[in-house]
């Protein structure tokens, strides 16, 4: 049977967690948020492979948020609440800002770097120029990622930004901290720039204290 097909654990926290999405939903303004159950995992589909669920972040499948199975009974629901929000806010609103900024950065590289060999190459007359494509593509392809990867990495450090002015500060460095003192593997592995590229997007745990330790207490949440 497939990893994610499996039955998944449950806890008792479950339905507690659900209202917290919810009242975080309307809270946010995230329109037409439908969270029906919570997913405990350790993994996620991404593409033909897999990703692990970050012990510090929530994800969203369809109807579902999955929280990291590593965590189950480690945190209580309130201690949840910021996290949560943070990618609640991310996932659901600032994302999606991120969309035309991602195709700028890799699919018009891409297609720049095939047009312009084929263009050349019927100019010219020299089929051989196409052979190119590859040497252009790569480098492109690279910088483009690596920028949106920052992009990222930026995005989910200002949604906890907005949540802390929302929620408190204080509560949730409180949580990222007990975190950190947890001694978790994915946690660890992004602190001292193992996480890999998969993970290039996500701040590290330590970035998240140190970001959050120098907003200023005047940040006020904004909805845009």
């Known amino acids: 049977m497939s990893r994610f097909r499996r039955s998944l654990p449950t806890s008792p926290d479950d339905p507690k967690l659900l209202e917290v999405a919810s009242g975080l939903g309307q809270q946010l303004d995230i329109v037409a948020l439908n969270i029906r159950d919570i ?46 929000a943070s990618s ?13 900024r991602a195709f700028l950065l890799t699919g018009v590289p891409l297609i720049i ?11 010219l007359q020299m089929a051989w120029i196409i052979f190119l494509y590859p040497i252009l593509v790569l480098p492109l392809a690279y910088l483009g990622g690596r920028s949106y990867s920052r992009d990222l990495k930026k995005a989910r450090l ?31 592995r992004l602190k001292t720039g193992r996480g890999g590229r998969r993970l290039a997007g996500l701040p590290s ?16 949440y904004s909805t845009t």
């Open 39 to 84: 997913r405990w995992m350790e993994w996620i589909p991404a593409g033909r492979s897999a990703r692990t669920v970050p012990s510090d972040w929530c994800t969203f499948l369809r109807h579902s948020m999955v929280m990291p199975a590593r965590m189950m009974g480690k945190l209580t629901v309130e201690e949840w609440r910021p996290l949560v």
């Open 88 to 100: 609640l806010l991310f996932e659901k609103k600032i994302r999606r800002t991120l969309r035309g």
């Open 113 to 123: 770097s095939l047009a312009v060999p084929i263009s050349v190459a019927i100019l």
């Open 158 to 188: 200002e949604a906890d930004t907005q949540v802390s002015a929302l929620i408190g500060k204080d509560s949730f460095l409180n949580v990222l901290k007990k975190i950190d003192m947890m001694g978790l593997d994915d946690i660890d």
């Open 205 to 220: 745990i330590t970035e998240r204290i140190e970001h959050l330790q120098t907003a200023s207490s005047l940040d006020r």
